[in-house]
Every structure is written in C-alpha cells, then in structure tokens.
C-alpha cells in the first residue's frame, strides 16, 4: 500500500477514538459526512473556488537564496503559506471543515486555538458562512499571541480564555471537547490540526495535502526536480502533513518534521514531543506524548504558542516509527535566529513556528551540502509575533538596537 | 467479597436502588480522601467509585476538575489509588470501583492495573474515555481477572453502540444522564429515563445514572426508572466546603433518597 492511501481510524498502532462515549455519534456523523463529501464532485468543486477566490490559492513558491548562503548554500525554497488568507496554511482546513458544517446543517462551530491562527481562521469562516463561532483559547496565549484576540473578536467569534491546567493549546482542546460532548446537536468542532479522535487526522491532513500537491510541481518547474528534503514545524503536525503527503511516496525526498525543543530538548521546558516523548492517549488517540511516569500529560514550553503542544498527531508517530520522516527539536533560540535571518536576507517575516523550520533547514543544509534542494513550509506569517519578537530581541540585542 | 451487582441487586430487591458516591483519591490529600470514602459507606453510600487525577478530564466539569488538580498539586501518584482500594476495602466490606482516564492505565499496565487492583481488592474499573472498540485489552484483561467492566452509554448512542456497551459491559453500565459533563445541575435531564428506556429495551439489568445528581429529591427520581444514582460533584463539594461532617450529612441526605421508591 503507498503511504499516501493510509486513512485511519489507525497509522500502525497509533490513532484511533479514546473519547467518551458521548462523542462517538457525532464522529461518526462527520466521518460519514465526509465520506459523502469526498464522493461528490460538487465538494471538491466549491471547496476549489472557495480557494481561489477567498484563500489566495494556489499560494506561491519563493526561492530564497539570500538566505540559502546561511544554510551551506543549499537551494532553500519556501512554500508561502504566509501568504493565504488570514495569514497561515490554518484557512485550508477551516474551509473544508466549514463547508462540511454547511452539510452537517450545524449553525455553530467551535475550535481550539493555541497561536490564534486557527481560532482567526475559524472565526473568518464563520463570518463569511454566517455561522455562531466559540474559539477556546489557553489564558497564557491570549495574553502573548493578544493581536489575535483582537482579531477574533472583530469577526464576531466569542474567544474564552481557559484558566484550567496548563493555560495553553492542550486545555483548550480539552474544554473544546467539553463543550462538543454538550452541544454537539447543533455545533460542529472544527478540529485544528491533525490529531485528535478518526476521523481529525486522515480528514485535517486531506484539507492540509494542497499544500505539498501544489509545491511538488511548482519546485518541479522551478527546478527540474524533485526537491532533496522537505521541512516543516510540528506543532499538532497539519502543515507537516500537508507539506509532506504528495512527497511520501517518493523515496529520494527526505521528509523533516521540526519540532519546539524551548529551551533544550534535554531541559524540562520543551515540546519535543516524538524526539523526547513515549507513546500514549491524549486527546482522543494514541500517538508520542509528553507525559511524566504516570501518564499524566507534561506541560510543554515553547516560545512558539503555536507548536507548544505536548501531543502529536498519529501519523507522524507512525511515519517516525516506520522511519519514513525524521523529527528533530529545536530550541527558542534557534528559531528566533532564523526568524530575524529570513526577516532581514528575504524581507519575510516568518510565524515563529514556521522559524523553526527554517532554523532546522539550516541545520540540513550543511549537512546536505550545496547541491541540495530543500523545501521549507512557510505555514504562516509573522504579524501576530511581533510582541514576542519584540521583547524578545530588544533583550538580546540591546547593544546592537532594534534597527542596525 | 461483595460485588456491585450483588449490591444493587439487594437494593431492588428490597424496592429502592443503589447510591453510587465517587470521590477523587487525593483530594484533598490521601488519608483524608480514604477517611472520606469510608465515610460515605458507612452513612448509606452502597458503593464508592474512586476517580483517579489526570490532567486532561475531558468528561469533567468545574467542581472535579478542581479538585482533581488540588490532589495533583498536593502530590497525588497513581499508586495512590491502589493504596487507597485497600485501605478502604481493609476498612470495610463494600465494592470499590476505580474510575480513570485511559492513558493512566495504559502507562500503569493493563495487566499489571488488573493484577495489583484485583490484589487490592478493588472490583471494577469505570473507563470514561475508553469505548468498547478499543478496549480488546482490557475486556481481555477483565475476563481474566473477574473484574467489572463499566462502559459509559450516552443519550446519544446508536441502538447497535449501546448493545455492544451492553454486552460489553459487566457490573452495571453508566448511563451518562446528560449531553454534557460531570457537575451538579437543577434538573437531572428527562434525556437520562428515555435511555435507561432503551437500555432495558436490550435487556440490561443494572442501568446506573450519573452526571447532574445532587439532591435526595433527584436521586428519588432517579431511582424510579434506574438501579442506581452516581453522585460526584455534590459529595465533592461537600468534602470541599465543610470536611468529613459535611461529607457525612450529605451521604445522609441523599441516601434518604434511596429507599423503597417503587
Ligand atoms: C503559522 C503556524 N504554523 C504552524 C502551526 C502548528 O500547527 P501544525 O503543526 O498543526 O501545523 C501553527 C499553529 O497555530 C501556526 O499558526
């Protein structure tokens, strides 16, 4: 069986449907929505318009040679992501998922949020489908990623600042979950990367596969081939999937998957969750998880709110375990780096989370050396970090002043 | 030793139904979270139902979720649920059930859990977050040691979900009263007699209610249609606010509830 044709409820022994019971009719009324979804033409058909007239699709491809001779002078091409509406590949999902809402006959959706780029993404397509909209947002991402509350607000959603656990993206699913399992007669939940309970991962990775289908023949234009690796931060894991699912068949293209070490990987405070992580159930499947001897989840840290999740999604573990896709960490530090290089070299300011990737396509390049091709996912743009990069920086670089 | 469906049972019999009372272990630390369950067994609780701590309690609401997280603050370990099975059971005889969220059972052991809670004296385990289709192991895994199995049924469950939970399960099945999650409400859903209805309809014998019950009237109502009344939040609550005493007047009043209602 090609990679490409896994669909879940399981990616080897990982995935599958750890939720209660309460839950499992309106999985299974979206699985079948879905399944009748992708059976009609018309699906495919809106869901194409909607792209290229709403998204921005198809996004384009950058090459970026300035800062290419940072990274050992390999060929680096960005796929841009940043570019799509509301600012990150999150919009790709949300419409597909927002258009099954419309079939479902639900007029309310609901989602989780870490970064803020899916909640505005959700909220957006609520907006434009005329649909209610809860966004669950962890209380310490609402206050650093703050510009994206503002921005969900003015589309009308109603954003709820979750004060339980961790106050970041892990309780906001959970509470998100909370409020599914209550309303699920009328709201649909718009799941927001590709973990979680069959059918999220097989269903988010096919509204996120655009993005490598279109990239593998525009680097293949570009290039005259196949790019050598492909790289993309891992947060939950939808842009890595999407990145990566045209290209897992072809077994010269080696697949990166970056994910928020914080700190350190071998510090307490990181996101590494395949690189430093076992398996076990969060979230409604079994996959790589950060979690202490017990079982409970560890609380991760990264500067990045987007990728500071202590789960990961199934098939990433499993593309890990089968040694298909690498995963490897890196800290704040790294990636804030490379953010300021690409801001600075390319004139692009890069998501944080999407920095680092682009610190990790550094790293390839020397090792790959200067004949390589490497694609980057650019998942999304840098507006709603400019706070954090700010103080960030200011710190670092108070000798050398904000603008030398 | 006595088994959550012999329990039950002598309550039919005797024209009322049981009172199931959960109580988190840990919470607030665990000798007095072990003193609290056996408070409620000795003031006319019928069997305890201990929830194991866990960071992610996607089917709680606010009041176990506090609590929860107290008793992880306070130091609470897994093994502290198999300490407090026995030292309830050494204490007195009454069915002990465990309810936990998967993944603390999975990283414990399924058969591992299985062993060391039969060898507790522990009789069943409530699986909020694990359905029938994914639990060959630990069905494996209960036929082997004769423990109970409580699977969760839902107002929303297909007939065909709620014959597999049925069949699946052993003990009784938790008959989930509301769309929603744990915590104490005005008016305990007419969604949770309709079930039971359909329940009874496949030929399930002990139906237990929970989610939302927290008074003597509502426990009354309950048990005209069920065999059993779980009671969370309330007994939390209880415990939180005014310690043992507290706890014990509220097993006192609900139980009030309990008897020969039909
Ligand atoms: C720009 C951007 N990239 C990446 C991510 C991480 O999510 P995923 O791993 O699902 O792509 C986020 C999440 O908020 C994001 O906003």
Redesign the interface.
């Known amino acids: 069986m090609a990679l490409r044709d896994a669909q879940g409820p399981y990616f080897g022994e990982f995935g ?7 839950l ?3 999985l ?1 009324e979206l699985e079948a929505a879905y399944a009748d979804a992708k059976a009609d033409p018309g699906f495919a058909a809106e869901l194409a318009t909607l792209h290229s007239t709403y998204t921005g699709r198809p996004s384009i491809i950058t090459e970026a040679p300035r800062f290419a001779e940072h990274a050992g002078g390999a060929r680096i091409i960005l796929k841009r992501e940043d570019l799509n509406h509301t600012g990150s590949h999150k919009i790709n999902n949300v419409l597909g998922q927002a258009l099954l809402t419309k079939r479902l006959g639900k007029s309310r959706v609901i989602a989780e949020t870490g970064a803020g780029q899916h909640g505005v993404a959700t909220a957006t397509a609520a907006a434009y489908f005329g649909l209610n909209c809860t966004i669950y947002m962890g209380e310490v991402d609402t206050e650093r990623q703050a510009l994206n509350v503002a921005r969900m607000r003015l589309l009308g959603a109603e954003v709820i600042a979750v004060k ?2 961790s106050r970041t993206l ?2 906001a699913i ?1 509470d998100a ?2 409020d599914w ?5 009328t709201t649909n939940y718009i799941f927001g990367t590709v973990a979680g309970p069959h059918p999220f991962p097989a269903l988010v990775r096919d509204f996120q596969k655009i993005i490598g289908e279109e990239a593998r023949e525009q680097v293949l234009v570009l290039t005259g081939a196949l790019p050598d690796a492909v790289a993309a931060c891992v947060g939950g894991g939808s842009n890595a999937i999407g990145i990566f699912d045209a290209f897992l068949d072809d077994e010269g293209v080696a697949l990166f998957g970056f994910e928020a070490a914080g700190d350190g990987a071998d510090t307490p405070r990181h996101a590494a969750t395949i690189s430093r992580g076992r398996p ?5 499947a079994r996959s790589y ?1 950060l ?1 202490d ?5 560890i609380e991760s840290h990264s500067i990045s709110a987007g990728l500071d999740y202590p789960g990961v999604g199934p098939q990433h573990s499993w593309l890990a375990d089968l040694g298909r896709a690498t995963y490897r960490p890196v800290t704040d530090a790294a990636a804030m780096d490379a953010f300021r290089l690409l801001s600075r070299t390319e004139g692009i300011i890069p998501a944080i989370e999407s920095a680092h990737a682009l610190a990790g396509a550094i790293e390839l390049g020397h090792e790959l050396g200067e004949d390589a091709t490497i694609l980057v996912s650019l998942s999304g743009r840098g507006d709603k970090d400019m706070e954090t990069a700010a103080e960030y920086f200011s710190i670092l670089d108070s000798s050398e002043g904000p603008c030398s | 030793m006595t088994s959550v469906d012999s329990v039950i049972r002598a309550r039919r019999d005797a024209g009322g139904g049981a009172l199931i009372g959960y109580l988190p272990v840990g919470f607030p630390d665990l000798q007095t979270s072990i003193d609290a369950a056996v408070t409620l067994l000795e003031n006319g609780v019928d069997a305890i139902e201990l929830g194991a701590p866990y960071s992610d309690p996607v089917m709680d609401g606010p009041v176990i979720q506090a609590a929860t997280e107290r008793a992880r603050e306070n130091g609470f370990r897994f093994a502290h649920v198999l300490e407090a099975v026995s030292a309830i059971r050494e204490r007195i005889e009454a069915p002990v059930l465990v309810m936990a969220y998967w993944n603390l059972i999975v990283q414990y052991g399924v058969d591992r859990f299985a062993d060391h809670f039969t060898a507790a004296g522990g009789s069943g385990l409530i699986t909020p977050d694990l359905i029938p289709d994914e639990a060959a192991e630990w069905i494996t895994a209960s036929d082997r040691t004769g423990l109970d199995r409580v699977f969760l049924a839902a107002p929303s469950s297909s007939d065909a979900r709620l014959k597999t939970v049925s069949e699946l399960s052993r003990g009784f099945v938790y008959t989930v009263s509301t769309m929603g999650v744990t915590g104490a409400r005005h008016e305990v859903d007419a969604a949770a007699r309709g079930l039971v209805d359909r329940l009874r309809a496949i030929g399930v014998g002990n139906a237990c209610v929970g989610l939302g019950i927290s008074t003597a009237d509502q426990v009354r109502s309950v048990l005209e249609y069920a065999d059993g009344a779980i009671v969370g939040s309330a007994f939390v609550s209880a415990l939180d606010s005014g310690g043992l005493e507290a706890l014990k007047a509220k097993a006192i009043e609900l139980a009030s509830g309990t008897r020969a209602t039909r």
């Open positions: 599958g449907r750890f939720v209660p019971e309460s499992i009719a309106a299974d339980s656990g892990k309780d959970n979950l909370r399992v209550a309303s699920v007669d076990g159930v969060l979230h409604g998880l979690q001897e017990d079982g409970q989840t």
